[in-house]
């Protein structure tokens, strides 16, 4: 069965830096493109950036574009979200996400996350 | 940016109604679009993909249709547990989402 878990949402000052983690399991990891998706509160999704399995296609929305990093870790079934300069904007809860088909880039997302909630205030 | 526009913001319909939901986006995307349902406190779950697809588990109620810019959701006869916010993806030219309509079951 296929599980993913996001951790490392909190609170951080405007400027400041997270990290978030995120878990899978119950599938051939490596073989998945995985997203970053994120929800402001009461408001509607928006794609982040995704990376393919093997790391080589990395993508970003202009939003966080130069200030987010995504990365993984295929032996350890990770994927993180680095994120720097963040800004009251970037206030949301955070989904990883598996893509729907193996190999193929940006297509629908199957198995999400719980979420990871992030919050940038003074 | 493919803007996608949902339409009704919301809708109201009783146990056993048909509900429409509407998506159309500001160019063509062929047939790459998929919807998801999001309830209160949980993530999206993938409903239909490439605009008729339906995804693993989905019951046969719900149905989506559509190419190029108008796409439709459909639900043949709901079901209280139906309530929730529907959102429209494409994945034509990156991945942008519809602003949701909210489906209540009265």
Avoid at chain 1, 21 to 38: E, L, N, P, T, V
Wanted: charged share 20%; hydrophobic share 35%.
């Amino acid at each position: 069965q296929v599980h993913v878990v996001e951790s490392g949402g909190g609170l951080v000052k405007p400027g400041g830096s997270l990290r978030l983690s995120c878990a899978a399991s119950g599938f051939s990891f490596s073989d998945y493109f995985m997203a970053w998706i994120r929800q402001a509160p009461g408001k509607g999704l928006e794609c982040i950036a995704y990376v393919s399995g093997t790391s080589i296609l990395k993508t970003y929305a202009d939003s966080v574009k130069g200030r987010f990093t995504i990365s993984r870790d295929n032996s350890k079934n990770l994927v993180f979200l680095q994120m720097d300069r963040l800004t009251a904007e970037d206030t949301a809860t955070y989904y990883c996400a598996r893509d729907l088909k193996q190999w193929v880039i940006g297509t629908f997302f199957d198995n999400w996350g719980q979420g990871t909630r992030v919050t940038v205030s003074s | 940016e493919i803007v996608l526009t949902q339409s009704p913001a919301t809708l109201s319909l009783s146990p056993g109604e048909r509900a429409t939901l509407s998506c159309r986006a500001s160019q063509s995307i062929s047939t790459y679009l998929g919807w998801y349902q999001q309830k209160p406190g949980q993530a999206p779950r993938l409903l239909i993909y490439d605009a008729s697809d339906r995804a693993t588990g989905i019951p046969a109620r719900f149905s989506g249709s559509g190419s190029g810019t108008d796409f439709t959701l459909t639900i043949s006869s709901l079901e209280p547990e139906d309530s929730a916010v529907y959102y429209c993806q494409q994945r034509s030219n990156w991945i942008t989402f519809g602003q949701g309509t909210r489906l209540e079951i009265k």
